[in-house]
């Protein structure tokens, strides 16, 4: 889930909420709400406004 959430953020080329990427690969927010829990722990992405996440670069 963590490689779909990240490729989705870099598709979009632009900050972006995770209800947004829910919207686009069509699962649950919560899911990837976990999914970006686990990717800021490990430096894959960054927060650069609240609530909107980008890859880190």
Avoid at 5 to 31: T, Y
Wanted: net charge positive; hydrophobic share 35%; aromatic share 4%.
């Amino acid at each position: 889930m963590e490689a779909k959430v990240l490729e989705a953020m870099k598709n979009a080329g632009k900050p972006v909420r995770p209800g947004e990427i829910a919207e686009v690969l069509g699962v649950d927010s919560k899911e990837v709400s976990k999914a970006i829990k686990k990717l800021k722990e490990a430096g894959e992405i960054h927060s650069p406004k609240r609530c909107y996440y980008a890859p880190a670069e």
